[in-house]
């Protein structure tokens, strides 16, 4: 298995423009999260979804962010328009919930500049 | 304070020393886990243990639980420089549901050759 598969690894971009990060789970793994981290604020969870249905999204900093995931193979992190306390890594992780066992699996994350 | 905070922030030893880092957390937990982020990278799962265990070995790793007290520390032996990196404690707390982990700030581990 491939693992879990981020894309763009680097993106550099403006304020004000529109960014989207995209995530590929592991095959078979049915909770997939978006992580940010920072040296100020360390690891925060972003969202998470099971299944496909975002279960918890309190931890999206402001309604400029967003993400979908259509479908068990694919999620989007969307943010419009972009700030420069956007730039960050961005982490996706997935995981398969079995009794007593929840590993997650990280990507290679996308580190975002927002200039 | 945060949910599995890790102690100490940063740790510098030689190597063939042992390295221990602790890590406490607030709320009742199914499982904890321990994480690995070498620089530029995702984190790596290392161990888990289950909260009806008390230790937990794999090669050069140790992991202890004390529900009790909510901590937990783990042991790297013999350490290399190839061990340098952040290491993060995450806890499964029984108040969340599914694959939800909660991780702590985390311990730079500094090996020196």
């Known amino acids: 298995d491939a693992g879990v598969i981020q894309s763009p690894r680097h993106e550099v971009t403006e304020m004000g423009q529109e960014v989207t990060l995209r995530c590929k789970p592991i095959s078979g793994h049915d909770y997939l999260f978006w992580y940010r981290q920072t040296m100020m604020r360390g690891l925060e969870l972003l969202i998470y979804?099971?299944?496909?249905?975002?279960?918890?999204d309190s931890g999206m900093p402001e309604d400029r962010f967003s993400a979908k995931m259509p479908n068990a193979s694919f999620s989007t992190l969307k943010i419009q328009p972009s700030e420069p306390r956007d730039s960050a890594v961005y982490f996706c992780?997935?995981?398969?919930?079995?009794?007593?066992?929840?590993?997650?699996?990280f990507g290679p994350g996308t580190r975002l500049t927002v200039l | 304070s945060q949910q599995g905070e890790e102690d100490p922030q940063a740790l510098s030893i030689q190597e063939g020393e042992n390295a221990t880092m602790n890590c406490s957390y607030k709320t009742s937990i199914n499982n904890l886990q321990w994480y690995r982020q070498n620089s530029g990278r995702g984190l790596v799962h290392l161990i888990l243990i289950r909260s009806n265990e008390r230790e937990k070995h794999s090669g050069r790793l140790r992991v202890t639980l004390d529900t009790s007290k909510k901590s937990s520390s783990l042991l790297i032996t013999a350490s290399r420089a190839a061990d340098t990196a952040s290491y993060f404690c995450?806890?499964?707390?029984?108040?969340?549901?599914?694959?939800?982990?909660?991780f702590g700030e985390g311990t730079q581990l500094t090996v020196n050759p």
């Open positions: 979804f099971n299944n496909n249905v975002p279960i918890d």
């Open positions: 992780a997935s995981s398969l919930w079995t009794s007593g066992y929840n590993e997650q699996f």
């Open positions: 995450a806890t499964d707390r029984k108040e969340t549901s599914g694959s939800r982990l909660t």
